[in-house]
Each structure stands twice: as C-alpha cells, then as structure tokens.
C-alpha cells in the first residue's frame, strides 16, 4: 500500500466529489498523504526522497470509518503504552521471550503470528500462538503494516520502526528525532494495520492479552 497518493485532475471535478474520493481512500490507507493535483502538477519533494525505510512512518492521529471498495480494505490503529516500574508480571518466563526485552520479543512475535498465519493471536500459557482452526472462514489478511515503538531495552535516543508487506517485515532502530510519531513514553507506541477482515476490537484485545500493555484501537 501506498506511502504518498496523488489525486489529480482535481479542477474536474466539485469540492463535494473530491472530498468523497478522499474519504473512500482513507478508509482503504488512512496512513498515506493524499496530494491534490491539476494536470499532473506534483511537488517533487512530495513523491521523491521520502526516506520511508530509513525512518519511522508516518502514523496517522484519526482515521476515517467505513469499509474500502478493495474487497472490504480497511485501516486498524493500536496505540499503547506500559510503564516498566509496574511491569514486574512481565518476564522472561516463556520461551519466545528475550530476557532482555521481553516487551520488544512479544511484539515482535504478535505481529509474525498476525502476518505468517492470518489468524488473531492468542495468550496461552506458554506464550503466544494462533487458535486451533474450528472455521473455515478466511482470518484476517494485513497488506501493509507500519509502526513505531520504543521499549525499557532501547536507549533513550531511538525507536523502533516497522514495516511490512503482507509476509515480509522489518524492524529497525532509528533515532528518535527521525519522526515526530516517537512515543512520549519510555515504552510504547502505535501500529497501524491495513488489510481485509480486520476487527479491530477482536485485535485489541489480542494485543492487549499477548503484550500485556495497555493499549486502545481505532
């Protein structure tokens, strides 16, 4: 999914029926900028050196509702938050955790079960799995994942960055003045989700359970 959209021959078209454009491609990618344009007419430094894998993404504040036209494409933002002092409960006692960043270990291994297995995650005892299929109903599909996030183990200076398409994913760290999306906290951040059949209330809630940070969806 798209970093930048240009939407162009704006001069064609009313207020009105731009404005309805704009809503239906926000309801699709709610992360991307969206340029008005006539004839073509497009800033350069609005499509070239975005930079979009040497720092954080851009994340929005508000998204708008209502399903695409991509097959029911639609947008899911988690932001969260934990505050290491009181987090004694989270540690190193399951195998997928890192004893040095449990919080980062969890994380990370919610987002490869959401993209590897197109299934919500769960907590179990052992850690964090997907369900045993009982439905033969398609899980949730992510196209495009963004994030920024930062935890106890990062130093004070970076955060962590991720990006995925579909199956493949990265996360790196970057410095902390390379976006103005870095969490205020010392742990913490958002992630934005934009894919098909995606619930965020039944992601939230997974998210909460797997991390265990308090967190809250749009």
């Not at 430094?45 to 994340?59: E, G, I, K, W």
């Not at 930062?150 to 398409?165: E, H, K, M, S």
């Amino acid at each position: 999914m798209a970093d930048r959209i240009l939407l162009n021959k704006v001069d064609l078209m009313t207020d009105a029926e731009v404005g309805q454009i704009e809503t239906r491609l926000r309801t699709i990618n709610a992360a991307a900028d969206i340029y008005r344009s006539e004839r073509s007419k497009v800033p350069v430094d609005f499509v070239l050196d975005l930079q979009a894998y040497t720092s954080a993404p851009a994340v929005p504040t508000t998204l708008a509702s209502g399903a695409g036209h991509l097959q029911n494409v639609s947008t899911v933002c988690i932001e969260f938050s934990s505050d290491p002092s009181s987090r004694a409960h989270l540690q190193a006692d399951e195998a997928t955790d890192d004893p040095v960043d449990p919080l980062g270990a969890r994380i990370e291994r919610w987002i490869q079960l959401l993209l590897w297995e197109n299934q919500v995650p769960i907590a179990t005892t052992d850690g964090i799995s997907t369900p045993t299929a009982s439905s033969t109903e398609p899980g949730p599909e992510v196209l495009r994942l963004k994030g920024v996030f930062r935890t106890a183990a990062d130093p004070v200076d970076q955060v962590r960055i991720v990006q995925a398409v579909q199956e493949l994913y990265e996360v790196r760290s970057v410095s902390a003045t390379a976006t103005s999306a870095a969490p205020a906290s010392s742990e913490g951040g958002k992630l934005v989700l934009i894919g098909r059949r995606l619930d965020a209330n039944a992601l939230l809630r997974s998210f909460i359970a797997c991390v265990r940070v308090s967190a809250t969806a749009k």
